[in-house]
């Protein structure tokens, strides 16, 4: 396995307080050529998760468990260590393409800057190299635009730019928080195209985070649910979305805009009522009991413990597999 | 001519004067290097205190030495020592600034500190200490101007670092594995070059103020080597006999700190974008 996270958990310190808990009780597996995709609203830990993959997470923050890459623990690493991890072994795609790019530097020199820290070739090979990547994540005229600055290109081209940036250190795995989300629909659809191809030709595991379980379901092999700092649900991506065995992938799914059914009988579009409680006061039971429709007493009792079924599908939730549908 | 492009140029009047104001000093003192109409440091008593184009084009001092040719070789003197001073400080202050912004924490509040501490002493006051330790000299007002602009310099230049230090083009870089030397190398470095120029540029007017005022103390270059201070300190004496000889340094100290001041408010307009006119 190339990537096997363990009770991972994340913490934040308070200058007058326990330390607060971003993300709890998180382990998931990751083979080469595989994709798995995160989902979860706003505040469910997904970029902290990222983060502690990648071992940016800020100094007040700190994560325990395990994260073995390789059979090595990243979280036991040191920064000189980690250094040589990111980029050449781990690498990460931003959500904004506006911004993760530098403006003072030509787009083909930021390319080849990454392939010759992480390898020792020569300016020209690097510049042949780069010139390459571009043509592979399908920037048209790439011979021409290897010169252009950012701030000449659009919000499509720039994430393909960063992609290629990303994949010319050839890291064995890619991390993309929200890669497509501040893009529009159609070049949304180009990036997954690219992601697919990338993954299946160069064997690359990818980590990919988004909100939208369109994007999931289209290009994930697996997919892991988080909610409010845990994982609620995971499974191979056809049958959690399919079948889904927690209210709250159920309540996810029934809010998708989709032609024909699901929208309910004034035309509006099912909703999760209320919002993510707030970390600082989880209620007791489990996190998602205020806002679940299948609630009862017990479930305001004790968390549920996370349990994997007979088919190999994890849940946290006291109604257990056969509940569903 | 159209009222847009009146306008246009009135916006860019700063950047246009302060050029040509600079463009001139400079020339004059490269010019000074190679021709004078006199030799700066010659006497003729006979000649003495004559008025503008009585004698040369700006007249002579109580020694008869030819005013046009000191003022010239005045301004390479005054210049050379600003821009050295500047170099100085701009360069270390902006490896302290630099360093602050990526070392947060103890090593950000050592440094910005020991800017304060450098901060709370004048440029006149440690030149004078410098001159009691070194003796005056162009080397000791270089130092003592530097050292003063290391803290503006190392303010200026954490602040603008720390900006870039936010960005996501940063956080991308880190993601690839580059240490925090690499990244000030790379995207900090580039992306505040614009503010520091314009940092260096004003603070060369203040340095050839601050030149001239160590040199009207005699803490500056060495005499018989003219400089603009000297010439203001010289002229004390004479200054009802023959006022042309404060006016003529006075003047052009002046005209160089404003052509300075307005090429670098120029220079910030242009490159910041958020101030750049609508036209």
């Given at each position: 396995m190339m990537l096997e996270v363990r009770d991972l958990a994340i913490d934040i310190a308070r200058p007058d307080a326990e330390p607060l808990r971003l993300v709890n009780d998180v382990s998931f597996r990751l083979a080469a050529g595989r994709t798995l995709g995160i989902v979860g609203e706003s505040g469910s830990g997904k970029s902290m998760l990222l983060k502690a993959l990648i071992g940016l997470l800020p100094g007040t923050i700190r994560a325990t468990g395990s994260i073995l890459f390789d059979g090595t623990d990243?979280?036991?690493?040191?920064e000189a260590e980690m250094c040589r991890v990111r980029g050449r072994r781990i690498g990460m795609i931003f959500q904004e393409p506006m911004t993760a790019l530098?403006?003072?530097?030509?787009i083909g020199d930021q390319i080849a800057e990454g392939i010759r820290w992480h390898r020792r070739v020569s300016a020209a090979e690097a510049r042949a190299e780069a010139l390459q990547w571009l043509e592979r994540v399908r920037i048209p005229d790439a011979r021409r635009r290897i010169d252009t600055y950012p701030h000449e290109m659009s919000g499509g081209q720039r994430q393909r730019v960063g992609i290629a940036i990303a994949l010319a250190m050839r890291p064995d795995l890619l991390i993309a928080d929200e890669p497509t989300t501040a893009l529009d629909v159609t070049v949304q659809a180009e990036i997954l195209d690219i992601f697919d191809e990338l993954v299946s030709d160069l064997g690359v595991g990818l980590i990919l985070v988004s909100h939208d379980l369109g994007v999931i379901g289209r290009i994930a092999d697996e997919t892991l649910v988080l909610y409010a700092g845990t994982r609620m649900e995971e499974g191979p991506t056809e049958a959690v979305l399919r079948h889904p065995r927690h209210p709250y992938t159920r309540g996810l799914l029934a809010a998708m805009p989709r032609r024909g059914g699901g929208v309910g009988a004034g035309g509006d579009l099912p909703t999760i009522p209320g919002t993510v409680p707030s970390l600082a006061a989880?209620?007791?039971?489990?996190?998602?009991a205020n806002r679940c429709g299948c609630v009862t007493e017990a479930c305001r009792a004790a968390e549920p413990a996370w349990r994997t079924a007979a088919d190999g599908r994890g849940l946290r939730c006291i109604l257990g597999p056969e509940a569903a549908a | 001519m159209s009222g847009a492009l009146l306008s246009r140029l009135a916006g860019r009047l700063p950047l246009i004067l302060g050029g040509a104001i600079t463009a001139c000093i400079i020339g004059t003192a490269l010019v000074s290097q190679v021709w004078t109409p006199e030799a700066p440091t010659r006497m003729r008593f006979a000649l003495k205190l004559k008025g503008p184009l009585a004698q040369g084009l700006l007249g002579t001092d109580h020694f008869g030495r030819d005013l046009t040719s000191m003022l010239m070789v005045g301004a390479w003197n005054s210049l050379s020592i600003a821009v050295l001073a500047v170099l100085l400080g701009a360069m270390a202050g902006t490896l302290l600034g630099v360093t602050a912004a990526a070392r947060a924490g103890i090593i950000d509040g050592a440094i910005m500190r020991l800017c304060d501490i450098l901060f709370a002493f004048p440029a006149v006051l440690s030149a004078i200490m410098l001159g009691a330790l070194m003796g005056p000299g162009a080397l000791t007002a270089v130092v003592a101007i530097g050292v003063f602009m290391i803290p503006v310099f190392a303010r200026v230049t954490r602040s603008a670092a720390a900006q870039v230090w936010a960005r996501d083009y940063v956080l991308a870089a880190r993601a690839a594995g580059k240490g925090a030397a690499r990244i000030t190398l790379e995207h900090v470095l580039p992306n505040i070059a614009g503010q520091i120029i314009v940092q260096v540029t004003i603070q060369l007017g203040l340095a050839i103020l601050t030149e001239a005022g160590l040199s009207f103390l005699g803490l500056g270059i060495a005499p018989p080597a003219p400089s603009w201070g000297r010439m203001l300190a010289d002229a004390q004496t004479y200054l009802t006999a023959a006022p042309h000889l404060a006016l003529v340094p006075g003047i052009a100290i002046a005209l160089s700190v404003l052509g300075f001041n307005l090429l670098g408010d120029g220079l910030r307009d242009l490159i910041d974008p958020r101030r750049r006119l609508a036209a």
């Open positions: 990243l979280l036991a690493l040191g530098n403006p003072a530097q030509r989880l209620p007791p039971g489990c996190r998602f | -």
